[in-house]
Every structure is written in structure tokens, then in C-alpha cells.
T-cell receptor, first 114, second 113 residues
């Protein structure tokens, strides 16, 4: 059973545009929602994370929007740059974010065209 | 610190052979995790350790898989015998505590032919 569904699988955005990746979850006990960024040949790295007590978190060009009632959260990359080209994973966990409890989405392969 | 170090980066082996993947976590991190990444199943947690003790191995797919952590600075994931369906990228990650960010290594790409 896939507890975190991520879409789209792949995304092509022009430089300067907005990249949007969506995730939906099923388990209402999830209380930590991170996004990971993975470059080819590298391991995933934490990009930004949110807890359900807020509806939005922004760090630089990256924003997480969270809709608790819809059980959805999304990553927005403003002014997308070629260096943002990577695979992005959403994840969710219970009890604060321990890596043992992380359930990952299948990933989105993002390409930013110059 | 150099981060989480995994070796080898790439491994090609024949079906039936034993494969050993190695991991050196970040010094001082009490938690170590082994993940497997495939196109079909994404990132899956296989097992994790706390202070060198295996806590949850429910993600280990079969008895062919085993993991050890003999000391705080070294862990191994062994597959014996290996099968083509074991082909994947295996990641090791470590963290200070259970609820802090986990840092991933660069992974070992395993191909079983």
C-alpha cells in the first residue's frame, strides 16, 4: 500500500518558471512532511520540511504548502534554475521525523530548461 | 566530517554470489539506516540501528539479507546468495537522534547479472 502518492513523475519547466510537485497522503497520524532533493549519483538530501501546525513554509525559492483537510502538500520552486534539475521526493512520518519512520513518495524527475 | 561514506560505489556480481556493502556513518551519530532505491518501489527502509543495536529489520526483504554494525563507525549489508531482483541502489544514512535529519551517503549501485 502506497501511503504517499507523488505527482508528476517527471516535469519540465523553463528557466525562471515555477515548478510545482504534489503529494497526497493517507495516514492522518503523519506529523512531519519533508522534501528531499537528489542529484544524479548522490544520496537524497533534506531540502525543506513542514509540520501540520502551519500551512506554509518558505525557505528562499522553495515553499511547502500544506493542506491538512485535503491530506495534501506540495513543493513550489520559484524562479526555477537549471541547477534545480534533480529528483525530488516527498516523505511523511509519524512522531517527529525519525528516518526510521519516513515513507517516501516515488519521486519527481525535474528538468529546468535554460 | 566527510559525511556518510559508502563502498563500493558500484558493484556488479553474478547471481548466487555473496555481496557485502559497507557504510561509515558520520562520527557521533547514534542512528544508522539502510535504504534500497528502485524505480518500481522507490526508497524503502531495510533496517536501522541505534547505538549499534538493530532495532527494526522488518524491511529486510528476505533471509538472504543480513546487516551488522560491529562498532559505531562501521556497518555492513550482506546479500547471500544474490539474485538479479536485488539490483538497486543501496543507501546508508545516519542521524544524531531518531528525530533529527538523516544524512545519506552516495549509495552503492548493485547490479546482479
Amino acid at each position: 500500500q502506497q501511503q504517499v502518492k507523488q505527482s508528476p513523475q517527471s516535469l519540465i519547466v523553463q528557466k525562471g518558471g515555477i515548478s510545482i510537485i504534489n503529494c497526497a497522503y493517507e495516514n492522518t497520524a503523519f506529523d512531519y512532511f519533508p522534501w528531499y532533493q537528489q542529484f544524479p549519483g548522490k544520496g537524497p538530501a533534506l531540502l525543506i520540511a513542514i509540520r501540520p501546525d502551519v500551512s506554509e513554509k518558505k525557505e528562499g525559492r522553495f515553499t511547502i504548502s500544506f493542506n491538512k483537510s485535503a491530506k495534501q502538500f506540495s513543493l513550489h520552486i520559484m524562479d526555477s534554475q537549471p541547477g534545480d534539475s534533480a529528483t525530488y521526493f516527498c516523505a511523511a512520518s509519524i512522531q517527529g521525523g525519525g528516518a526510521d519512520g519516513l515513507t517516501f513518495g516515488k519521486g519527481t524527475h525535474l528538468i529546468i530548461q535554460p | 566530517d566527510a559525511g556518510v561514506i559508502q563502498s563500493p560505489r558500484h558493484e556488479v556480481t553474478e547471481m548466487g554470489q555473496e555481496v557485502t556493502l559497507r557504510c561509515k556513518p558520520i562520527s557521533g551519530h547514534d542512528y544508522l539506516f539502510w535504504y534500497r532505491q528502485t524505480m518500481m518501489r522507490g526508497l524503502e527502509l531495510l533496517i536501522y540501528f541505534n547505538n549499534n543495536v538493530p532495532i527494526d529489520d522488518s524491511g529486510m526483504p528476505e533471509d538472504r539479507f543480513s546487516a551488522k554494525m560491529p562498532n559505531a563507525s562501521f556497518s555492513t549489508l550482506k546479500i547471500q546468495p544474490s539474485e538479479p531482483r536485488d539490483s538497486a541502489v543501496y543507501f546508508c544514512a545516519s542521524s544524531w537522534t531518531r528525530n533529527t535529519e538523516a544524512f545519506f551517503g552516495q549509495g552503492t549501485r548493485l547490479t546482479v547479472v
